[in-house]
């Protein structure tokens, strides 16, 4: 397979400004007519002979301005459609075969549980049709669809629905009109037998728009939430970005096979049921919040992604990386913002950290892939959302609006780059932002390293900052970056009023005690005047950049922050950082071979958040969450490699010991937040519910203190929050006969709710037990399991990988030749779940002593003939 890069970027050498495609719908086959409008592109000088991309086609005819061509003058091979010497303007039919049934790859037109549906993204229409796959190719489409009305009924495609007929034989046929020139990854097509909810909006403008959620029948209660997030997003796009919807109606289709989220085709979303169907019984808060979330960002994309598009590949992040802002912004407003932060930053320190220290690094907009579907990646979404975020900190709230105003004004039915974006955003603030740019070209986490000094006498503070980024595949050395780092100073009475050297103390002004340092010197001293007192200085507040900082923290600032700072980030991140230096504490010992003990100043900080007066139990609940197994080895490779065990028997003693030492305050608490009288997804629901749960987890170290709570819990509770959480319990702290009653009860109960079950398999997959693989290996051979369906495969294999780790590294390498087998089963049949699944197994250098047996399965996989692509890619730069 061969690498494509951006340096070989070239304009279409063809546009083709009108697309109308013919659908004839069969079980064990579809005929597809393509009818292209071809005119040269007067921004190419490419000559030579015409390419259109195409794979798995049965070509059945083509014709060049109504004629058959001469036979050597065109030619047909796997990857597409050779034409000579094209005319400057002519029409293009085809006509192929395609078999969707047999389409497990699910890219392209497939079939999910008797119904007809797509995913073009990024470049699944050329399994559908010859063309010039490619986001710059933007046509207008008309797509008529013919199908039997009694198994198909519903036939949707974009756009607005311009006419409806019965056919002969049982058939009918729908026609759809797209007006909005679009790239051929935005197509969708839909046939089935779905049910739909249905609601209006109307727009500031006056349009009035129809909204559906198509479902199945069985799946009609489930979709309220989303409806009701749909216009709460279509409501907040008008008012926080002045986007208003553009057609008469919107679409949302629920499929349980495939392989992203959701997917933002131009009035016609697909969503995974997983990413839109919600109800209490089978869905968890978490759950409801990431429905609302996804349905934004699909939403969002209407502007940013369809409206304007991306010129090539590589600059996915144009549209992902902007409209991942966008809905984190939403769920911010609609939500708590200080959680969304701390989930944010904890994901983007967890795996993007991982994945921006690995192999498989690259930067926001890559240089180059072989495969791109690999690079729909935590670098391209997260970080790329971290730098338009810095954009907004930089410019504030009304600068990157006037730029994105300009952005969307100047872009509108364009497909551009991530330099237009930001030439959009520097040129409505009048400023420069060329340097901030590197962030876009340069991999790897910055790391800022902050030492300060006191100067008693002048009540002068001075920070001094170094940054610098490691050196990535690929990119050996690297520029300094701008970074902007938020910062407030705390002394004894709370925030200190900030006045640089060189600056007028302002006595008048309230809010002068945050400030935002702009960073873009290797290294920079900035100092504070006319202090009364060192302060303790609270950094990064707001995760203002996506960096990694170190400051030597002494646990009594740390705790001092904890509970005094204003920022709720630094107030989460201080109490992680104590917890990192208890456990730090226990491994010491348990190297030394001495009995740990708990850090008092930690078991005191965590009583006071289970404290009745602490006013948010949501963020209470987070910042008693041990930091997760997966950022500890992070952190831990970052300082050199990881000792998966170590860490993992480290954060279990200190679970244990704080259960211990807390067990009547958790206690208390738990009775203090009884379940609601009935369940709703709400923030006074949701973060009792949350902090109950947090304790119930302390607990199960408490033997039947933790299991009878768990019990009760599990019998009486009516929504899945409750259920999940005290089954957790019971299958991880019961004895074996509590854990399979509990489980099989369990499944008994839900088999037929197939959302559900996922939670049962990822539960077990998690679960710390000695045959964990076993289980997981047994569980696979379950009627509930189907390799065909990717929420499965992700629910139990990728759960197992990516959040089992002292088992997925278990020491005979049971877990790497799991994962390595259900690659292998996969790589043919669905490369691109695949080479995502294998993601765990890329990062053998952050596992000193394992690093033979993980490689070792990498080379047996790349060993293996008719590697996809796909997998290739991953299992290749892995092994560099
Ligand atoms: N559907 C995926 C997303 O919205 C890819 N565009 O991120
Ligand atoms: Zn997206």
Known sequence: PRSIRLADYRPPMFLIPRTALHFELYEDFTLVHATLGLVRNPASDERGPLRLAGEGLELRELLIDGEAPVASRWRCDAEGLELDDPPEAFELCTTVRIDPRANTAL????????????????????????????????????????ADRRRYPVLLSNGNRTSQRALDDGRHRVVWEDPFPKPSYLFALVAGDLACIEDRFRTRGGRDV??????????????????????????????????????????????????????????????????????PATTTDAGFQRVEAIVAHEYFHNWSGNRVTCRDWFQLSLKEGFTVFRDAEFSADLGSRDLKRIED??????????????????????????????????????????????LHTLLGEEGFRAGSDLYFERHDGQAVTCDDFIAAMADANDTDLGTFKRWYGQAGTPELTVEDAWDKDSGAYTLTVRQQTPATPGQPGKAPLVIPLALGLLGDAGNLRLTLEGETPDGEQADNTHRVLVLEEPEQSFTFTGLPERPVPALLRGFS?????????RREQLRTLMTRDDDGFVRWDAGQQLMVAALGDVQAARAAGTTPALDPLLAEACAALLDPATPDPAVAAAMLALPGES????????????????????????????????????????????????????????????????????????????????????????????????????????????????????????????????????????????????????????????????????????????ANLVHFHRADGAGYG?????????????????????????????VPVRVEAMRAELSRLAALPALSPDVYEVVSKSLE
């Not at 999910?112 to 710059?136: K, V």
């Open 107 to 146: 890219e392209g037109l497939y079939l999910s549980r008797g119904m007809f549906c797509t995913q073009c993204e990024a470049e699944g229409f050329r399994r559908i049709s010859y063309f010039l796959d490619r986001p710059d190719v933007m046509s207008v489409y008309s797509v008529t669809i013919d």
């Open 210 to 279: 129809a909204l559906r959620i198509y479902v199945e029948e069985k799946d009609l209660a489930k979709g309220d939430h989303a409806m009701a997030s749909l216009k709460h997003a279509m409501r907040w796009d008008e008012e926080r970005y002045g986007r208003e919807y553009d057609l008469d109606v919107f679409n949302i289709v629920a499929v349980d096979d495939f392989n992203m989220g959701a997917m933002e085709n131009k009035g016609l979303n697909i969503f995974n049921t997983s990413c839109v169907l919600a109800c």
């Open 345 to 390: 930053a904890t994901l983007l320190r967890t795996a993007q950290f991982a994945e921006d220290a690995g192999p498989l690094a690259h930067p926001v907009r890559p240089d180059s892939y072989i495969e791109i579907n690999n690079f729909y990646t935590l670098t391209v979404y997260e970080k790329g959302a971290e730098v338009v975020r810095m």
């Open 545 to 553: 950049a996506p960096v990694r900082l170190s400051y030597p923290y």
């Open 631 to 802: 950022t500890l080895v992070e952190l831990a490779a970052h300082a050199g490699g990881a000792d998966i065990d170590a860490i993992h028997d480290a954060r279990e003693w200190l679970r244990a010991a704080l259960g211990e030492a807390l067990e009547d305050v958790l206690v208390r608490c738990v009775r203090r937040h009884p379940p609601a009288a009935a369940y709703a997804p709400v923030g006074e629901q949701i973060g009792p519910r949350s902090l109950r749960n947090t304790c119930l987890g302390y607990l199960a170290t408490r033997g039947d203190t933790g299991l009878v709570l768990a019990r009760a819990q599990l019998a009486e509770a009516d929504n899945l929050t409750d259920r999940l959480a005290a089954l957790r319990v019971l299958a991880q702290a019961g004895d074996a006969t509590e854990r399979e009653t509990a489980l099989e009860g369990f499944y008994a109960a839900w088999q037929h709710e197939a959302l559900v079950v996922n939670h049962w398999l990822q539960l077990q997959a998690t679960l710390d037990l000695p045959d964990a693989v076993e289980r997981v290996t047994a569980l696979m051979e379950h009627p509930a399991f189907d390799l065909g369906n990717p929420n499965k495969v992700r629910s139990l294999v990728g759960a197992f990988a990516g």
């Open 818 to 846: 799991l994962l390595g087998g259900v690659v292998e089963a996969l790589n043919a049949r669905n490369p691109q779940i695949a080479a995502r699944l294998l993601t765990p197994l890329t990062k053998w250098r952050t």
